[in-house]
């Protein structure tokens, strides 16, 4: 496929999955008192009880555009698939003083970790409040390019550094991670410049990003112990397949087996598009260690 055709090809793509209508959640919870740190929750649609949970951590390259809403129709599509599903939200980088730029920066160092690890820990509360009958035992984790980075950073707290506030004392309690198109290896998405230098700002300048990649870089966080799996567009313009596969191989050289699902003919986004076969894909990989 030329060039050309792989960007109008991924320019329908993206179309697709924004054209659905935002899905208001049956009830949303707050895990702190920032107006980012809340929680949408979706009941399963078929009334089960004993449902597992998804939670689900947005992308958009860590930055204040793009919030959770935008995933809001792939939390309804999980829902319709049987899941109790929790939609998080968390503060993302925007055009402030420390860090201006030519457009919105990624991430907040440490907010955008603080939030993720106070969503996770408020998480089986809240459950119990807002949806009880949902089986809070039967946690899977999954997020989409940022996002998937956050949901593998997520699994990987108790191998953080000493000395990190965000460290567990034990691995989560978790079934599993399924990411998709994570930003999963730090040094493969500097070299192929992921999201216009997402990671850089991310972590900030260089000798901070230095100090800050063992806390953060989820290639580094390995091996966790819980079984993940990453499912990756072939044809993905925006976080490409070699990022995966550069994870994929960090695992290995740890000791652990990371399962790669590799989609023909798939970019970016039909990975939380419920129109696009590859979300079918995705639900599928999520009930096999949800169920």
């Not at 008192?33 to 860590?62: E, K, M």
């Not at 809001?72 to 998080?88: E, K």
């Not at 399924?178 to 990671?199: K, M, N, Q, R, Y």
Request: proline share 8%.
């Amino acid at each position: 496929m030329s060039d050309s055709a792989a960007r109008d090809r991924d320019a329908v793509e993206t179309e697709s999955a924004f054209s659905h209508p935002t899905v208001a959640p049956d009830a949303t919870a707050a895990y702190g008192t920032h107006p980012d740190q809340v929680i949408d929750f979706y009941a399963p649609r078929d009334g089960r009880a004993g449902a597992p949970v998804v939670v689900v951590l947005h992308g958009g390259a860590w930055r204040a555009p793009y919030d959770r809403q935008h995933v809001s129709p792939l939390a309804d599509f999980l829902a319709r698939r049987g899941f109790a599903v929790a939609n998080v939200e968390y503060r993302r980088g925007s055009e402030i003083p420390q860090q201006r730029g030519s457009g919105p920066v990624a991430g907040r160092w440490p907010e955008t970790f603080d939030d993720v690890a106070a969503a996770m820990d408020a998480l089986p509360a809240l459950l119990a409040r807002e949806l009880p009958a949902a089986d809070a035992r039967r946690i899977v984790v999954t997020g989409h390019s940022a996002g998937g980075h956050l949901a593998l950073w997520a699994a990987a707290r108790h191998v953080l550094p000493e000395g990190s506030p965000w460290r567990l004392p034990a691995a989560p309690p978790l079934r599993g991670v399924v990411a998709l198109a994570p930003i999963a290896d730090f040094t493969a998405a500097v070299e192929l410049d992921v999201c216009s230098g997402a990671v850089g700002q991310l972590l900030g300048r260089e000798e901070d990003f230095a100090a800050r990649s063992p806390y953060a870089d989820p290639a580094v966080l390995l091996p966790t112990g819980i079984a993940t799996v990453l499912v990756q567009g072939r044809t993905d313009l925006t976080v490409p397949q070699a990022v995966a596969e550069a994870f994929v191989d960090a695992a290995a050289k740890a000791g652990e087996t990371v399962g790669l699902t590799l989609l023909e003919e798939v970019g970016h986004f039909p990975l939380i598009d419920p129109a696009a076969d590859a979300c079918a894909v995705v639900a599928e990989e999520i009930a096999q260690l949800a169920w």
